[in-house]
Every structure is written in C-alpha cells, then in structure tokens.
C-alpha cells in the first residue's frame, strides 16, 4: 500500500510534528503512534526515480528488534526468489595496517548473527509502507502546530539552525566513497574491514547469506576520493581489489560510485522550548560519526526508542513539550553517542597516523584485543546493541 501523497498543514493541533522522514523519522512516527499520538510526519520520502542509493545499513539486534516492533523490518521469505535484502553477518574480520588481526564471530557471541546488512532502498520501502498502514501518521509538506517538534532532518538541518541549536561540527580530511561491488568469490556472511595507508576500507556482505555481492565503504583523502570518482570502473575496482589483497577474487562495479565528507559533529543542546511547543533533536540532526563502526543508524534509531519510552512514560498531566520531560530524553542519550564518537573518532586518528612507532603500538593492540577473552566479548555484545547479556 503506498502512502498518501503530502498535503498542506491543517489547521488541527497535533501532538507531535515530525520534521525529516528518513529512516529515523518514520520509525519514530510509527512508535508514537503506536502510543495513540496524532503525528504529523514532514518531508517527502524517496522516490523510485530518485538515484539509487548504493548505501547499506549495518542494523544490530536493538535495531532490527525496534524495527520489527513496528512492523517494519524487511523479513526474508524463503519462497521469494530474489535477492534477499538482509544478509546477516556471521563473522567479522578486522586488518591492522602491519600484521594486526581482529576476528568477532556469532558464534562466540552465542547468537544468530553479529550485524544485519540492510539494502537501504528496501528499509525505506518497508517504513513507507508501514506508515500508510499507520491511521495517526499523516503525510505532510508543512510542519503544523504541535506540543512537540522532533527535528530529524539530518546534519545539515535547516529547522536546527533557524532555532539556535549550536552543532559543533569537526571535518575529517576524508570522504567515504561507496559503490557496490560483485565479486568472483562468494562473501560467505563475513564483513571485512581493513585499516592501511591512512584509510579505512569496508567490504560489506550481500545478498544473502551466500551472496557475491558487496557494498564499499572506502574512507580516503578528500582530494583521492573526487578521484576516483572520475576512474574508470576498470581502475576503480582494481584499486579496490589491490587494497583488499584480492580477499573476494575479481570485482566488477554494479553502481556507479558515490562520495560524501565525513565528520563528528554533536548539538550542543538537543532540547529547546518555543512559544509553539517544545523541541527535540533526534538522528544526524543531533549527532553524525565516521562509519567506521557502522553504528550511525542504530545510534539515531536509539535515540528514536529512547525519546518515544519518555513520552510514553511521562506524568498524566505533562505536556509533551515540558523541558523538565524533554531533558530526561537528552540525559539519557548523551552519554552513549559521546562514547560511540570518541571510540570512533580514537580509532580514525589512531589509524591516520603514519609514525612508524604508532603503527607498530596500535598493531600490537588490535592482536592483543583480540585475544582479551570477557573485555572482547562484552565491547562485541555493545556493538550488537545487547549490553546486558
């Protein structure tokens, strides 16, 4: 069922407007409306005759548990012939750029996968389609008067800015260069990540689990990347195969390469008050990180869970937009997005630096972890989203 087309605002009060209708904003939708609020959902989503999105999603098991709670997680059906657009990664093999080796397994974990990779045109459709089904979300391309504004546009918010909220943001040199890939060798469910020359290169598995397919995430100097850009496929892939020690075989390109700037970027608040109603950030709004980790989404869809538990939970007689109810949102997310920026951003400028002396220390250490038994265990269990197990 297709959603219905947008209209302009009514006149009706909701109780909250969502701005941005990403992945983060329609999930949130479907959570608050869930809970009987009257949502307005601002922003078009994704055409088909858009360009395709050669993006994939790394969504750990907090994720895809969220997701499947509001029916929207793109399940596999064993009848269907077509490619599956989830592939669960079983393992996952880590490269140091001078003999440094991490391996995580499920197995070790005791579950049924470390990560799913989701093709994001897929996500999207389903989260369309759950919204149309959804009576309390109304589509529309003017933000209406609510008790709560949830800003989800994305890094370069134009809604932020026009209310104040500072977002600091910090450069990389880099860009990230994504394209799929087909491959000679099957991937077998096992995602590849190699740290080498100052770059971080990402090979994320496809398909299904015995797919050839792969999708790229390569994080080079700005200038490299514009680069490669304007390679030819030909040079482009073996580049690719060359950096990755030809792990898959031969690759050829299904997409045309695409290439955007990295950062860490943080509001330094996520609350506001206005004489409309109360405001919350949510998503790369808020925050945006370096993929290395592959946690940007489940980050922004946490924050999604986190905002919609505060408002389902709030005293009878406060207002949604209460700063007071707002804030015990903003505590309780700030401390798990600084520690996941300051990993990931620890682990981008460790693997930048060419001093020969780092590079044997941070080597060193990637062996090291990898033999660290509980210490490796309970870091993989974060990154699937399971602390407490």
């Given amino acids: 069922m297709n959603s219905p087309a947008p209209r302009p605002g009514a006149a009706r009060r909701f109780d909250v407007t969502i701005r941005g209708a990403g992945v983060v904003g329609q999930t949130l939708a479907l959570l608050l409306a869930r809970d009987r609020l009257r949502v307005a959902l601002v922003g078009t ?28 997680w793109p399940e596999v059906d064993p009848q269907d012939l077509r490619v599956p657009p989830i592939t669960p990664v079983c393992e996952m093999q880590v490269w140091g750029d001078d003999g440094g080796e991490l391996q995580f397994s499920a197995e070790d974990q005791g579950a049924d996968a470390l990560t799913w990779i989701v093709d994001v ?6 989260l369309s389609d759950a919204v149309g089904f959804q009576g309390g979300i109304e589509r529309m391309t003017e933000a209406p008067p609510a008790a709560l504004t949830v800003v989800c546009e994305g890094k ?17 040199p880099h860009k990230a260069v994504a394209a799929r890939l087909h491959c000679d060798q099957p991937h077998g469910g096992i995602a590849r990540q190699w740290f080498a020359d100052g770059e971080v290169m990402a090979l994320l598995p496809l398909g299904g689990i015995s797919g050839n397919s792969v999708a790229l995430v390569w994080s080079v100097p700005a200038q490299q990347a514009d680069t490669w850009l304007q390679a030819d496929p030909t ?35 996520w609350i506001a008050r206005t004489p409309q109603g109360g405001v919350a950030l949510a998503g790369d709004a808020a925050h945006a990180m370096h993929p290395l980790a592959g946690q940007g ?54 693997f930048s630096q060419g001093d020969s002396r780092l590079q044997a220390l941070r080597n060193w250490g990637l062996s090291g972890f990898d033999r660290s038994g509980p210490l490796k265990r309970w870091i993989a269990r974060q990154a699937m989203g399971q602390p407490g197990m």
Wanted: net charge positive.
């Fill in 121 to 126: 045109p897929a996500l999207e459709q389903r």
């Fill in 45 to 72: 989503p994704r055409s088909p005759q858009d360009a395709p999105d050669v993006r994939a999603y790394a969504i750990n098991a907090a994720s895809r548990d969220l997701l499947r709670s509001v029916r929207a």
């Fill in 297 to 350: 989404l489940n980050v922004g869809l946490a924050d999604a869970a986190e905002l919609a538990r505060v408002l389902q939970q709030r005293e009878y007689w406060r207002d949604l937009g209460d700063l007071k109810l707002l804030r015990r949102y903003e505590r309780a997310r700030a401390a798990e997005v600084g520690a996941m920026g300051w990993v990931t951003d620890g682990l981008f400028s460790l």
């Fill in 235 to 269: 040079t482009f892939t073996q580049a690719v195969q060359a950096r990755c020690a030809h792990a898959l075989g031969h690759m050829h390109m299904e997409s045309p390469a695409q290439a955007w700037p990295l950062e860490r970027s943080r509001a330094r608040r």
């Fill in 156 to 172: 370069r918010s134009q809604t932020r800015d026009e209310l104040g909220l500072d977002f600091d943001v910090r450069p990389y």
